[in-house]
């Protein structure tokens, strides 16, 4: 059934008087008085899209982007195909952190004006923010063959340049941005992490210094660059300043993201429940025949961000035998209804298996969706897999699992220091006692779940990995029933075509590196007051 759209009121010749002002003063140049206008325009009961959507833009600068997205979405309604209405409505949902209805607006636009650069640019934008990097790259590089000089997506390659360890190509195109718009905060801050890639960290310090000084930042730029600022301070051996910057754009981003993040259920509390699940001897386990996917092989790759996941599925990625995936979440179907709630993964796991198998059907549905596996080896790696083993042990009794380990200390620094996606576990890494305590209930709920399940696991140290590369993998190949190949050893080659999105992928374009084992020693005096929670699994990990 169509929802019906409450049409607007007529409008009298005063009222199309005063909308042909807002549009001549919009023609003129002067956007912002256009925008006052409309507001005006509006409060008198004028309601027409341009009106609706010119006001938007003015709450937008006033700092009430939801007030704004009310009036985008009657904009909308009211002339549903219209390019400007939707690339507006786009990019408030982006300033919301919605990227992903974002994009569908942004291609909503482009499907009414294919040519239209900004839209394409926005929507690289949004794609960026979901990690979908290569499609952000095609729509930066489309809009630049419409429009060379547009700066959204100039800027937007730099920054992907930069992720990708890339940081001569990242200059190229941020100086391209700053030679139109000398204060564009993306374009410094990319200057100034190919400073720090290439050397110059003194120079970085000195672009984002200024960078912090300036008032018309925004808060979440302020906030990059104050973490930026930390990795300039580290590159030049100043591990107490850098701590403090750190610590500094921590305090800043929850601050940005309070209102979504610091009054939810936090991942330690959800995370302590599922492990009382488990040692209440109420969970019951797969069925020896439970149904098996079309995979030759099922490999879940896990571990606590920053512990070597990436890499491990980059290396394996290189075999002809190997499919991995994408970190695309492909249990979706079934980790609502056996976790949330009190006792809901026991009540889960005790399901028929019939019930239980049309969540295996699920998920290698959505596996389909994007890789083929029949008759390979699939690696199904996902940030936050630790989270859903009990749940992945279940579903999955025949699944190997390889658990990525590295030294505690040095996993905690490394998500403390680095930015992410912000989301519920993430907004934990804003504080350092915040991703030590993670981290340890994380380890808890692993050796939980492999007491309970027992499922067939090899535990992968980083550490050994880089000493020796090719015992490690060899022995790797051998736990999968699969022939060692040098070609395993070229990951670092596939990195930009891969388009990697995790902030491992500048260190993966360098190549094996043991520039970050052992980082931890000069943060010992930061670390001290959370070594309590981490000292057991040090010890428990051998990295005493």
Known sequence: MTESVLAPPPLSDRDKDRIREVHASLTGGDIRHAGSLALMALRDGIEHPLVLDLAAGRLEEEGKPDEALVLLLRAKQLAPRAPGILNALGLCLQRLDRHEEAAEEFGAALAAVPDFPQARANRGVALTAQSRLVEARQDFEATLAIQPDNLVALNGLAGLAARRGAPAEARALAERVLMREPNFPGAILAIADADIAEGRASDGITRLTRLLSDKSASPIDRALAQGLLGDALDALGRAADAFTAYRQAGEQFRTIYADRFAGAET???????LRDQLSSGSVARAKSNAATGPARRHIFLVGF?????????????????VVTLAEKECLIDSIRIATEGAGRFAAFSQQAEIEIDGFRQAYWRRVGESVQVTGQVFVDKHPFHSFKLPLIARLFPEARIIFAQRDPRDVVLSCFRHRFRMSGPTFQFLTLLGTASLYAETMELIEATASVFSPPMLRCRLEDLIADFEGRTRALCDWLSIRWTAELA???EKVGERGVFTPSAAQLAGGLSDRGVARWQAYEAGLAPVMPLLDPWVKRFGYA
Do not use: N
Request: hydrophobic share 35%.
């Open 267 to 273: 991942p330690q509390t959800f995370i302590r429940a």
């Open 305 to 321: 961000p920053r512990s070597g996941t990436t890499l491990l599925e980059q290396v394996l990625e290189q075999h002809p035998d």
């Open 490 to 492: 070229r990951f670092a």
